[in-house]
């Protein structure tokens, strides 16, 4: 069994690495995929502190948020195709339309 | 010294009507005249408010005369106009109110007809005068404009204290703007307009300084008190101002060179004459209301009522003596080389105020107030009779270009004659008892019953009067001899070539489709309310003299001793006439005048190619350029003055533009700047963004922890 | 070697969870989409075993269905429609790459020495145990399905309609945009 301490660095270091994600990567779909990420480490905390505190709150949150993550995902997703179709191209450099 | 000077006054209740009927008529014609576009209507308001109030004048002046002579006096406070509280002067602390507030007593009084009949007849005469603008849809505008002007002359003349002096001071100077630049589309006038409001200003700024004191000084400006408490004032030892301490005639002094120079202003003295002749560029009526009877003689005015200052103060009556004879001169000696008519008669106006001022300043305030009665009958009749003359000649102003008109206008000539008779000092006509009654009483001041025991400045200046006078009388038959005398040298026929070529749409034009048809008729007598004013007026100048027969040659000198309450001065110590006195009456009178208007006969009349003049110019080509350029005092005024004033004015508009806008464009500069760095946060790119808030989320958990 | 499989056994979560990491650090340096796309379905097994090793079984199976089973095949879907090799030129990483990449590194050092004591302290007092009073009756870690949907259709009804609505509107939502633009 996993003690706090591991599972809240474990999580926090997947979440660091899903937040470099976000600021290095010119793909966008890579960049959903690390949010992704992130919210699987916020997961992984709550499920921790509840199995710590004997409620199901943090599971069903947790599940939860994987319904959400999972619409979240469908609708990026699509929009990424659209702006393919548009623009032919996903680099997220590209997409600067909002310069003032 | 002793004098009957008071402070009682009766109240009546018709002096304000005198004063606002022609302010009624201005607004009413001013608001409804462009609308109604009744001529009739105009001319019922404009003539019936001014005769009204001369009506009401004569009503009032019958009743003065009733009245005893120490007690001549009516006043009516309308309102209380300013109350400053507590002042600190010279005594102490007052807490004077200013009232709005009118008297008739025997100067004002006798003032006030003046304006309202003269007012009046003036009026008449611009009906038939402006008669294009009739037609124009400008005539209401003329008329609301000389409404104002009397309406603010009244307030001068009536005024019961210095600022009501001060209210219709300005106020006249207002409407002479005005009505100088009435055809205010032309440069040339509305030029004219400008400079006359300007020069005005530069000595309404001496007369505020003058008041000021005076204030300061005697802790009222409301002439009864000041008259009343004069008598203490100029026996205290000494006055304390500003920290300086003097004795009362010092103060008195200043007061009285301050108004004085107020007076160069309106009155149109050296140096602040040269608005004068520039503003012939208004209508002819205009310059003979205002330009000759009525406000050049507000500085007159002003003097005579201010007489127990300036009796007290030696320095500023010299220096009223000396300018007033410079003057008299000066301008006179301008009057000999000038072709346009108006101009002639402006130059002898600025003339004749001279003498008056000369007068003032030798103590004769009496003389000098009758020549100015005197002084508007004649100069009034000759400025409307060559107005007449002008619309005779088809607006033509230049005196070379007319000529033969004795026989073509005989009662236009008529009136003329005698108000040219009576400016050169002719017995009996009236300007040789105001003139030579002036230069009399200057000669008396140094000659002092036969002991020459006056300064010889008194003396120098009766010279310089005596070849002013000779070149008056000169320069009047002059333009007597060219305008009616000879053949009429307009329309072409002109066999001595003596006339020039001038545009005949010259300075008096208005428009330019007045009747071209009648200009192959040659000049006639003019309408009927035209040559009926100005034959008034001749009349009057011809019997005036009557008013004020001096006592030597056994008259009244009722004109003196009406003024006389009101003067602050010794009674007239010589009581039987010298032979001096009648040697020089008869020497300049009947000598020394006839034979400058004899050289002006044999000159221009007698001789049909005005060979001498001729001869004289092409002798002295230099001295005929000098003096027909009027000694170029404008362009010296230009040069010295206007230039630089302007060069600083540029000077400091380039700071304006380059500093101080630079400060501000520095400013917008910046910020664009500033701003321009931060559009680069823009990027657009949702990266970016993302990386702004992953610093501004570290930011805020770090917190607690940097705090 | 049972003593090794049992200490083993002891920091499975801790194997599992570097695990993740290691395949998350994959994910973001892989120069192919495609090899990102495996490296983030390893990421999520991963994940799954963690959530089996503290006991919530039900978690970790809805991970595998949801994440591996339905996100990541969409992800690939989305990778082979969008032809990624033409795009190569531009460069892998973004321009501010350079300064986040140092202040993420930063971030992870500084927090953990905010919160060393969270992270390497001793645990607390309370015990991995459940205690009876408070599991409702039922033990969260033996039933832990059971515990979960009581849980949900109980207390947690709310949010888990709100998520049926939303997960509509991701339908609705997605379809249109991805709708192709004739007519």
Redesign the interface.
């Given at each position: 069994m996993a003690s706090p301490n591991a599972v809240l660095l474990i999580s926090f270091l997947l979440f660091s690495i899903g937040i470099a994600g976000v600021l290095i990567r010119r793909n966008a779909l890579v960049i959903l995929m690390c949010i992704e990420l992130m919210l699987n480490a916020a997961n992984l905390n709550f499920v921790s502190m509840a199995r710590h505190s004997g409620t199901v709150g943090g599971h069903a949150i947790a599940l939860l948020v994987m319904g959400y993550a999972a619409a979240e995902v469908a609708v990026g997703l699509a929009l990424v195709v659209a702006i393919y179709r548009r623009r032919d191209t996903i680099q997220v450099d590209d997409m600067n339309l909002l310069k003032g | 010294m002793e004098s009957a000077m008071h402070a009682v006054s009766t109240p009546t209740s018709l002096l304000g009507l005198v004063v606002f009927l022609p302010l009624f008529g201005f607004i009413i014609n001013g608001l409804t005249g462009r609308k109604l576009k009744n001529n009739k209507v105009v001319d019922l308001f404009a003539l019936g408010t001014v005769g009204a109030s001369f009506l009401i004048s004569c009503v009032l002046f019958v009743k003065l005369i009733g009245m005893e002579e120490g007690v001549r006096s009516l006043h009516q406070s309308l309102w209380t106009w300013m109350t400053p509280g507590a002042a600190v002067v010279n005594g102490g602390v007052t807490h004077a109110t200013i009232e709005w507030a009118y008297k008739f007593d025997p100067l004002s009084g006798a003032m006030a007809l003046l304006v309202t009949g003269a007012g009046f007849l003036i009026h008449l005469f611009s009906a038939g005068y402006m008669g294009e603008e009739r037609n124009d849809g400008r005539y209401y505008r003329f008329m609301a404009y000389m409404n104002l002007f009397v309406f603010s002359m009244l307030n001068l003349v009536l005024g019961a204290n210095i600022l009501m002096m001060f209210l219709g001071w300005e106020g006249v100077g207002l409407c002479s703007y005005l009505l100088i630049g009435f055809y205010f589309d032309k440069d040339f006038a509305a030029a004219a307009a400008k400079k006359a409001f300007v020069f005005n200003r530069v000595g309404d700024m001496g007369f505020m300084v003058g008041f000021f004191l005076l204030f300061m000084v005697a802790g009222s400006l409301d002439y009864d008190t000041l008259m009343g408490s004069f008598h203490g004032i100029s026996a205290l030892p000494v006055i304390t101002l500003f920290g300086h301490t003097a004795a009362p005639a010092f103060w008195f002094n200043i007061i009285g060179v301050c108004l004085f120079l107020g007076a160069c202003g309106k009155s149109a003295q050296i140096p602040l004459y040269v608005w004068l002749p520039d503003a012939m560029a208004g209508p002819t009526p205009v310059s003979a209301l205002i330009h000759a009877a009525t406000m050049v003689t507000s500085g007159l005015y002003m003097i005579t009522r201010f007489n127990f200052i300036f009796v007290q103060a030696p320095l500023a009556m010299e220096t009223v003596l000396v300018i007033g004879s410079l003057t008299a001169i000066f301008a006179a000696s301008m009057g000999l080389a000038q072709y346009d008519i108006k101009k002639v008669l402006a130059y002898s106006t600025v003339s004749q105020l001279g003498y008056m001022f000369m007068g003032m300043g030798a103590g004769a305030f009496t003389a000098g107030m009758f020549h100015v009665f005197t002084h508007a009958f004649f100069k009034a009749t000759l400025f409307l009779g060559s107005g007449a003359v002008i619309v005779a000649c088809h607006h033509e102003q230049d005196m070379r270009n007319m000529g033969g008109l004795r026989k073509l206008m005989p009662i236009t000539f008529a009136s003329m004659l005698a108000a040219t008779l009576a400016i050169a000092g002719i017995p009996p006509f009236s300007g040789f008892f105001s003139k030579d009654e002036i230069l009399w009483r200057v000669f008396e001041q140094w000659y002092q019953g036969g002991t020459h025991a006056g300064s010889s400045l008194y003396l120098i200046c009766w010279i310089l009067g005596m070849l002013g006078a000779f070149m008056t009388a000169f320069y009047m038959m002059r333009l007597m001899v060219m305008t009616f005398f000879g053949e009429y040298r307009g329309a072409g026929n002109d066999p001595h070539h003596l006339a020039v070529a001038s545009d005949p749409h010259g300075h008096d034009d208005h428009h330019e489709d007045h009747g071209h048809e009648d200009h192959h008729n040659g000049p006639k007598e003019v309408a009927w309310t035209m040559w009926l004013p100005v034959a008034i007026l001749g009349v009057l100048a011809v019997v005036g003299g009557f008013l004020n027969l001096p006592l030597s040659l056994g008259g009244g000198e009722h004109f003196s001793k009406w003024l006389e309450p009101l003067l602050y001065r010794e009674p007239a110590a010589a009581v039987h006439a010298s032979n001096v006195e009648y040697g020089l009456m008869i020497f300049s009178g009947l000598v020394w005048a006839p034979f400058a208007m004899f050289l002006a006969w044999r000159f221009y009349g007698a001789d049909a190619v005005w060979s001498t003049p001729k001869a004289f110019v092409t002798r002295f080509p230099r001295v005929f350029a000098w003096v027909h350029n009027k000694y170029f005092v404008d362009e010296g005024y230009q040069a010295g003055i206007i230039d630089p004033v302007v060069k600083g004015s540029v000077g400091l508009w380039k700071f304006d533009a380059g500093v101080i806008d630079g400060l501000v464009n520095l400013t917008a500069w910046l910020l664009r700047q500033g701003s321009g760095g931060f559009k680069r946060l823009q990027s657009g790119r949702v990266q970016n963004y993302a990386f702004l808030m992953f610093l501004g989320f570290l930011a805020i958990a770090l917190w607690k922890y940097l705090a | 070697m049972e003593s090794i499989l049992a200490s083993l056994g002891?920091h499975l979560?801790?194997i599992f969870?570097?695990m993740?990491?290691a395949a998350?650090?994959v994910?973001?340096f892989s120069k192919s989409?495609i090899h990102?796309?495996l490296a983030?379905l390893t990421?999520?097994l991963c994940?799954a075993a963690?959530?089996l090793?503290?006991?919530?079984e039900?978690?970790g199976v809805?991970?595998l269905l949801?994440?591996a089973g339905?996100?990541v095949v969409?992800?690939l879907f989305?990778?082979m429609?969008?032809e990624?090799s033409k795009?190569r030129e531009?460069?892998?990483?973004?321009?501010?790459?350079k300064?986040?990449?140092p202040?993420?590194?930063a971030?992870?050092g500084?927090?953990?020495w905010?919160?060393r004591q969270?992270?390497?302290?001793a645990?607390?007092k309370?015990a991995?145990t459940?205690?009876p009073e408070?599991?409702g009756g039922l033990d969260?870690?033996a039933n832990?399905a059971q515990?979960?949907s009581?849980?949900?259709f109980s207390?947690?009804l709310l949010?888990?309609e709100i998520?049926s609505v939303?997960?509509l509107?991701?339908?609705v939502?997605?379809?249109?945009?991805?709708k192709?633009?004739r007519a």
């Open positions: - | - | 002891q979560f801790v969870g570097l993740a990491c998350a650090a994910m973001i989409a990102s796309v983030f990421a999520m994940v963690c959530y090793c503290q006991q919530a039900f978690l809805a991970q949801v994440y339905g996100i969409l992800f989305v990778v429609l969008v990624l795009f531009k460069g892998l990483f973004q321009a501010q790459a300064v986040a990449l202040l993420v590194v971030f992870v500084v927090f953990s905010f919160f969270a992270l390497f302290g645990p607390s309370e991995l459940l205690p408070i599991s969260v870690a832990n515990a979960v009581r849980g949900l207390g947690w949010p888990f998520l939303i997960l509107v991701a339908l939502g997605a379809i249109v945009l991805a192709s633009e």
